[in-house]
């Protein structure tokens, strides 16, 4: 039977492989705070790099809500039923997202909706619109969504609303026209983020 020879007993007290090698003891150099866990000392280094100028065009910090800014969200509804008259159902202040619009026609016969919005100074805001339409604005109202609704059908137009009114840098006004006069539900959702 052969004999295994160890390897290492031929080179002494220095038992250590060759491949190692340390230049420098790392936990010397930046030693552990004490009282400190893992997610505080990350917290702080973050803080640091942050705070740091050369480092601060790089970083774009979203506020995020904490456990001392409580989250709002708030429904509401509006009951639209002039004809071709112009109605602000929703006033969506700066930094605000709308989750959803449903439209309800709660009416006996068919009614063109459309929503509008506009910013700015609303005070004296007069829209004239025909057919469900906008013809003229003198606060600058856009229509973003038209449609005929049959007697009790119903749209959820979350698909549209919540990414194009998500934390807006002004407050939007959004109002609700109707071409023919008869009951249009409109509930909304509106959160802080």
């Known amino acids: 039977m052969p004999l295994i020879k160890d390897k290492y007993k031929s080179r ?7 491949f190692i090698v340390r230049t420098e003891n790392r936990a010397i150099e930046n030693p552990t705070p004490i009282g400190m866990s893992t997610d505080q000392i990350r917290e702080v280094e973050t803080k640091k790099y942050r705070e740091n100028p050369i480092n601060a065009s790089q970083v774009s910090i979203k506020p995020q809500a904490t456990k001392d800014s409580p989250i709002y969200s708030a429904l509401g509804s509006a009951n639209v039923s002039a004809l071709n008259a112009a109605k602000l159902i929703i006033t969506l202040k700066s930094g ?3 989750n959803d619009i449903i439209i309800n026609n709660t009416s006996s016969s068919s ?3 459309s929503l509008a ?7 004296d805001a007069s829209i004239t619109a025909s057919g469900g339409l906008i013809t003229s604005s003198n606060n600058n109202a856009i229509t973003f969504f038209s449609a005929t609704f049959t007697p009790e059908a119903s749209v959820s137009l979350w698909e ?6 998500k934390n807006v840098n002004k407050d939007v006004y959004i109002y609700a026209l109707t071409s023919a006069s008869g009951n249009v539900n409109i509930t ?4 802080n983020g």
């Open 117 to 123: 919005w506009s910013s700015g100074d609303q005070e």
């Open 111 to 113: 009614n063109l909706v």
């Open 160 to 165: 549209i609303v919540s990414n194009t009114f």
């Open 12 to 18: 002494g007290s220095d038992i250590r492989s060759k």
């Open 188 to 191: 909304y959702n509106i959160s």
């Open 96 to 98: 605000f997202i709308l």
